[in-house]
């Protein structure tokens, strides 16, 4: 609960887990520059976590923070080249954000390759074929 969480933080300011339920919370909220302000404060006690720091790409590629978004991603797949998240959201960020569709449509083909067991890969693949098609009628 939010109460208990603000509370563990005014104790402990640096409570990493704390940060992050919080910063989960604020994202499923839609108030995406909180979420990735409290993913911020958390990085700053783990900077190495690579889950916090796609959630925290996720938050400022929402928040309209295109360029600082995928700035995270690059950082979270300099460290995991198959991180999921990281993988799915980057994807995002280059079509939407930047119309690199190339770009988008490699990192999506290598999240199916990295992770084949993923419930979600339908969904992927059906926007890889969407954009090599609207790629092939330009």
């Known amino acids: 609960n939010v109460r208990e ?10 409570n990493f887990e704390a940060l992050r339920e919080l910063g989960n919370i604020r994202y499923d909220e839609r108030n995406f520059s ?27 590629l929402q928040g309209g923070r295109v360029d600082d978004a995928i700035a995270e991603l690059k950082t979270v797949l300099s460290k995991d080249p198959s991180h999921p998240q990281a993988l799915y959201v980057m994807g995002v960020a280059l079509l939407n954000a930047k119309n690199d569709r190339e770009g988008a449509v490699a990192s999506w083909k290598k ?4 992770h084949p067991e993923l419930p979600e890969l339908s969904i992927v693949k059906d926007q890889i074929k969407q954009v090599e098609e609207i790629t092939r009628r330009k």
């Open 5 to 14: 969480l603000e509370g563990a933080l005014k104790n402990d300011s640096k």
């Open 34 to 60: 909180e979420a990735a302000a409290l993913y911020a404060r958390a990085l700053e006690v783990h900077p190495d976590d690579v889950n916090v720091r796609s959630d925290r790409g996720g938050a400022l």
């Open 111 to 114: 999240l199916v390759e990295t």
